[in-house]
């Protein structure tokens, strides 16, 4: 049983939303060499991009920032969000 999820973004995301519905967001992640850090920008909700040293900590402060943003964008608390990131062909490989 599949759970129906509305991105944010779409039309009416923010009614739908507050009546409850889980909604997800795409997390874009890529990393900058001259500062050795990766960094997540979400095409859907204005304002996330965050930096982090690593993409643990980078993946958790996404969620962070995303879960303030759509609070305030929403004016309730702990909306109910999924982010689905997604990793730049670009990002240094794990050693």
């Known amino acids: 049983k599949g759970m129906h999820m ?4 779409f039309p009416f995301w923010k009614v739908l939303a ?4 889980h909604v997800r967001l795409r997390v874009d992640i890529s990393h900058d060499p001259e500062t050795n850090v990766y960094i997540a ?8 991009i965050v930096e982090g ?3 643990e900590d980078l993946k958790s402060e996404a969620l962070l920032a995303a879960s303030t943003l759509l609070e ?9 969000a999924r ?13």
Not at 18 to 21: K, N, S
Not at 41 to 48: I, M, R
Not at 83 to 95: G, I, M, Q, W
């Open 6 to 9: 509305y991105r944010v973004g």
């Open 18 to 21: 507050r009546m409850g519905l």
């Open 41 to 48: 920008q979400s095409p859907d909700l204005d304002g996330l």
């Open 53 to 55: 040293r690593t993409l």
């Open 72 to 80: 305030l964008a929403l004016h309730q608390p702990k909306p109910l």
């Open 83 to 95: 982010a689905d990131f997604r990793l730049s062909s670009e990002l240094p490989h794990a050693a």
